[in-house]
Nanobody
């Protein structure tokens, strides 16, 4: 069984920063691509950022402000969020592609979500 455990959400003032983390735990043979999504009230879930083995990409709305990176040995991914604004307030979800066995195809998993509030 694989779980994605997120942390780091909270309340921040406009212009402030937060760092989210997501750690994959359980029976893991390898972790592939990892992603952050977010969902604001009344809106669809959207992908914010992706990190692969040697690449990253970002939604236009966060380019230049957010940085995604990972500590591969710890199966952990981070999202450093700077210059946060009201539009960044949402529940942030971790998503990952995980192999639990080298002989089987991977599955994808979601974290439980961590909420980010942006308010003065």
């Amino acid at each position: 069984q694989v779980q994605l455990v997120e942390s780091g959400g909270g309340l921040v003032q406009p212009g402030g920063s937060l760092r989210l983390s997501c750690t994959a735990t359980g029976t893991i043979w390898s972790v592939g691509g990892m992603r952050w999504y977010r969902q604001a009230p009344g809106k669809q879930r959207e992908r914010v950022a992706f990190v692969g083995h040697d690449s990253t990409n970002y939604a236009d709305a966060v380019k230049g402000r957010f940085t995604i990176y990972r500590e591969r040995a710890e199966n952990t991914m981070y999202l450093q969020m700077n210059n946060l604004g009201p539009d960044d307030a949402a529940v942030y979800y971790c998503h990952a592609t995980v192999w639990t066995n080298e002989r089987l195809p991977p599955n994808t998993y979601w974290g439980q979500g961590t909420r980010v509030f942006v308010s003065s």
